[in-house]
């Protein structure tokens, strides 16, 4: 009998072991990748890239950025963030830079707009310094800022006051907008959700607005010569 029952014991810790077997298996887990968010248009998928550029999100700015450029391929913002999310931003921006102590209440925003000529630049910047998460304060820090520091311009001088009180009157040329970028952006955005809704000659009127705060700016100058064409097409039809 003893046989036996040591036989019996012996199959029943072999079946046992072969079930524990079976039954435990790795569990894997898979990050699931980012999805865009349904339902948005182009203008409101380049504002949540720029959040999520904020917060050091790229993979999930670039899927927003992606489904933009899919409903409307020139977005020149969304060309805009995703160069600066696949290109080295030394390339970008230039290799040539000078050091910068960051002051309270700056930001990299700001930083692009006053040294770059685009706000919309903060991501390549942050990049450039290495720093992952824009929105993080660098007061107190010193970055790196591409291209040469501005330098003041020479005051001129002043005319003796008899001098200027003798000087004849002469008619003044009008007085052009102070250059401001980062207005003129908000402007050229402004005026590109007219165009997409129709209303040409509004969008038209913020683009030359936009042009004249920033004449260098190409995007705006086309996007103008854009609505013009437009417009005109529309006027040969009525």
């Known amino acids: 009998m003893k046989p036996l029952v040591l036989a019996s014991c012996a199959l029943a810790l072999l079946l046992a072991a072969c079930e524990t077997t ?8 898979v990050g699931a990748p980012a999805t865009a968010r349904p339902g948005l248009a182009p203008r409101e998928r380049e504002r ?3 959040e999520m550029l904020n917060q050091g999100r790229p993979a999930e700015a670039r899927t927003e950025l992606a489904a933009a450029l899919t409903q409307e391929p020139g977005a020149a913002l969304a060309l805009n963030l995703m160069r600066q999310i696949d ?13 910068y ?8 925003t700001g930083l692009a707009d006053r040294f770059l000529g685009d706000p919309y630049l903060f991501y390549a ?6 720093v992952a998460v824009p929105a993080q304060s660098q007061v107190g820090g010193t970055l790196q800022i591409p291209g040469e520091p501005k330098r003041a311009a020479a005051p001129a001088p002043r005319k003796p006051a008899a001098a200027a ?4 009157v002469t008619a003044t040329a009008p007085v052009a907008p102070a250059r401001n970028p980062a207005q003129a952006s908000q402007l050229r955005a402004t005026a590109l959700e007219h165009m997409s809704k129709g209303a040409i000659d509004n969008a038209i009127t913020l683009l030359r607005k ?8 190409l995007l705006i100058r086309r996007d103008l010569e854009r609505a013009l064409r437009i417009q005109a097409t529309v006027r040969a039809r009525a």
């Open 101 to 108: 102590t960051v002051r309270r209440g700056e930001t990299f």
């Open 87 to 99: 290109t080295d931003p030394k390339v970008l921006l230039g290799e040539k830079s000078f050091s």
């Open 210 to 217: 936009a042009a004249a705060l920033d004449p260098g700016n």
């Open 48 to 50: 949540r890239a720029v």
């Open 125 to 130: 910047l942050a990049r450039y310094n290495g």
């Open 165 to 168: 009180a003798a000087a004849p």
């Open 22 to 29: 079976d039954t435990v298996k790795p569990q894997l887990t």
